[in-house]
């Protein structure tokens, strides 16, 4: 007799289980055992862990939970129990890494990250990493104030985001090779996407989203800009979350654009961003993915509650103007482009544009008439012999997705969807243009001076007296 699968309930036994987990104390402490469990028992999850706390070299690790913190010269008993400990050894070598842990909505403490990173400053720790769900700065430190002086402590922050896509992305590679430790992982990534764990939040807008975007159908951003302030910090987040989410889909090393300035000083993405929506009504972020013919851009007005999806890329630069022009149109005219896709030519001549939308370009099926129907700036005026396209702007536009309640989790699944159909699209299917290789320039010919040997007088030479 044999066990038929569907009367067994369903209940298959996993390695890390979820059920009853009853308050926010017990799920960081299942979160924090079961995290420190994998990097001890997944090698290469460990390595990738600790390779990004700094420490290049490979050995023994070894991980260890509720540490209590000995009280510090002058101090009459400790002060703090951080989550947990890593320990790699190597020969002589010992390398060591504090580790504080927080699940859901929990934020890091800025006392309690203090009071830590001071005792392992003082006592030669290695390394201090902190876990939340809230993204790391873009020096890759915790959203938290980090004292510079301790430099000899290097301070790491790892979202929960973060874990989780660089696992999978390790699976998705097939660089597990152990099954039984592939397996391990896989059950850890089960464990944290499931809601009953209680670890991962879910990419969100913030508590003001709603008041902001009621602001902007008002016509006043500037009235709410403190709350606008909070909506940045959370949609920055999402955009550090979709590369890394992007990064696992495509393995491919996608990262947000920032400019030199931003990245030396974190604060000021959240200020040129702040600056931006209240200019000009719009939440952007840009993305870098390797080998594309531009950067992915996405946009929220949140005047129109619309998401623009676009990417700028370089016209050919030889070639008459319809070749120049039918290489963009090319391949986005047989593939499934959205029909409301809107193709722009800007121009070299200055402030002159001309635009139209796949579904009008696809009303014919000339290729030449598809071509001369972007001859035509946005006035109907007719473009000079002489204009030569610059760049080509593909723009997509979507309404804003809605939300759920008070969730604004929903706007954001929402977006980074529109986000994967418009890369697979539209900046998936475009290559950088790439100018003819020079040739190299055949010498010409010329009349032989010497007669051939054919055409040489075979007649002896006449002998001299």
Same mark, same amino acid.
Request: hydrophobic share 40%; charged share 25%.
């Given at each position: 007799?044999?066990?038929?699968?569907?009367?067994?309930?369903?209940?298959?036994?996993?390695?890390?289980?979820?059920?009853?987990?009853?308050?926010?104390?017990?799920?960081?402490?299942?979160?924090? $055992?079961?995290?420190?469990?994998?990097?001890?028992?997944?090698?290469?999850?460990?390595?990738?862990?600790?390779?990004?706390?700094?420490?290049?070299?490979?050995?023994?690790?070894?991980?260890?939970?509720?540490?209590?913190?000995?009280?510090?010269?002058?101090?009459?008993?400790?002060?703090?129990?951080?989550?947990?400990?890593?320990?790699?050894?190597?020969?002589?070598?010992?390398?060591?890494?504090?580790?504080?842990?927080?699940?859901?909505?929990?934020?890091?403490?800025?006392?309690?990250?203090?009071?830590?990173?001071?005792?392992?400053?003082?006592?030669?720790?290695?390394?201090?990493?902190?876990?939340?769900?809230?993204?790391?700065?873009a020096n890759g430190h915790p959203p938290l104030n980090v004292d510079m002086r301790r430099k000899a402590v290097t301070v790491v922050h790892l979202s929960w985001e973060w874990l989780l896509?660089?696992?999978?992305?390790?699976?998705?590679?097939?660089?597990?090779?152990?099954?039984?430790?592939?397996?391990?992982?896989?059950?850890?990534?089960?464990?944290?996407?499931?809601?009953?764990?209680?670890?991962?939040?879910?990419?969100?807008?913030?508590?003001?989203?709603?008041?902001?975007?009621?602001?902007?159908?008002?016509?006043?951003?500037?009235?709410?800009?403190?709350?606008?302030?909070?909506?940045?910090?959370?949609?920055?987040?999402?955009?550090?979350?979709?590369?890394?989410?992007?990064?696992?889909?495509?393995?491919?090393?996608?990262?947000?654009?920032?400019?030199?300035?931003?990245?030396?000083?974190? $604060?000021?993405?959240?200020?040129?961003?702040?600056?931006?929506?209240?200019?000009?009504?719009?939440?952007?972020?840009?993305?870098?993915?390797?080998?594309?013919?531009?950067?992915?851009?996405?946009?929220?007005?949140?005047?129109?509650?619309?998401?623009?999806?676009?990417?700028?890329?370089? $016209?050919?630069?030889?070639?008459?103007?319809?070749?120049?022009?039918?290489?963009?149109?090319?391949?986005?005219?047989?593939?499934?482009?959205?029909?409301?896709?809107?193709?722009?030519?800007?121009?070299?001549?200055?402030?002159?544009?001309?635009?139209?939308?796949?579904?009008?370009?696809?009303?014919?099926?000339?290729?030449?008439?598809?071509?001369?129907?972007?001859?035509?700036?946005?006035?109907?005026?007719?473009?000079?012999?002489?204009?030569?396209?610059?760049?080509?702007?593909?723009?997509?536009?979507?309404?804003?997705?809605?939300?759920?309640?008070?969730?604004?989790?929903?706007?954001?699944?929402?977006?980074?969807?529109?986000?994967?159909?418009?890369?697979?699209?539209?900046?998936?299917?475009?290559?950088?243009?790439?100018?003819?290789?020079?040739?190299?320039?055949?010498?010409?010919?010329?009349?032989?001076?010497?007669?051939?040997?054919?055409?040489?007088?075979?007649?002896?030479?006449?002998?001299?007296?």
């Amino acid at each position: 007799m044999t066990i038929d699968e569907s009367s067994l309930g369903g209940k298959e036994v996993r390695l890390f289980p979820s059920h009853n987990i009853n308050n926010k104390e017990e799920a960081e402490i299942r979160a924090t $055992a079961s995290l420190l469990a994998v990097l001890r028992a997944v090698s290469e999850f460990g390595r990738a862990i600790v390779k990004k706390a700094g420490n290049p070299t490979s050995g023994n690790l070894r991980c260890y939970s509720e540490f209590t913190l000995p009280a510090l010269p002058g101090e009459k008993d400790s002060k703090g129990r951080p989550d947990g400990v890593l320990r790699v050894t190597r020969g002589q070598k010992d390398w060591q890494a504090l580790v504080e842990v927080k699940v859901g909505s929990e934020n890091l403490v800025q006392e309690q990250f203090d009071r830590y990173h001071a005792w392992a400053c003082e006592k030669g720790v290695n390394a201090f990493i902190t876990i939340s769900n809230q993204s790391a700065q873009a020096n890759g430190h915790p959203p938290l104030n980090v004292d510079m002086r301790r430099k000899a402590v290097t301070v790491v922050h790892l979202s929960w985001e973060w874990l989780l896509r660089r696992a999978e992305l390790l699976i998705r590679l097939g660089e597990v090779k152990d099954q039984d430790q592939r397996w391990i992982l896989e059950e850890w990534i089960r464990y944290l996407l499931d809601p009953r764990s209680k670890i991962v939040r879910f990419p969100d807008l913030g508590d003001h989203w709603n008041h902001v975007l009621k602001c902007a159908h008002e016509g006043d951003l500037a009235i709410c800009k403190n709350h606008l302030q909070d909506v940045v910090i959370y949609w920055d987040a999402f955009i550090r979350t979709a590369a890394l989410r992007l990064q696992v889909k495509l393995e491919a090393n996608v990262e947000q654009k920032m400019s030199k300035a931003e990245q030396k000083d974190p $604060a000021l993405i959240f200020k040129n961003l702040h600056d931006m929506a209240i200019k000009d009504g719009t939440l952007q972020g840009v993305l870098k993915i390797p080998d594309t013919a531009g950067d992915l851009t996405v946009a929220v007005l949140l005047h129109a509650k619309t998401v623009r999806y676009s990417i700028d890329v370089a $016209a050919p630069t030889e070639g008459r103007i319809a070749t120049r022009i039918n290489w963009i149109l090319k391949p986005l005219l047989s593939h499934n482009v959205p029909e409301d896709l809107l193709v722009k030519v800007c121009w070299k001549q200055k402030n002159l544009l001309s635009q139209k939308s796949i579904g009008e370009l696809k009303k014919h099926v000339d290729p030449k008439e598809q071509v001369e129907k972007l001859m035509w700036d946005v006035n109907e005026q007719r473009l000079s012999a002489d204009a030569l396209p610059k760049s080509f702007s593909l723009v997509w536009t979507i309404p804003l997705p809605k939300c759920k309640g008070s969730s604004s989790v929903p706007v954001l699944e929402g977006i980074f969807k529109g986000m994967e159909v418009f890369y697979e699209n539209v900046v998936g299917i475009l290559k950088p243009y790439l100018p003819k290789a020079p040739q190299l320039q055949k010498e010409e010919s010329t009349p032989e001076t010497n007669p051939s040997p054919s055409q040489e007088n075979t007649e002896p030479h006449p002998v001299t007296e």
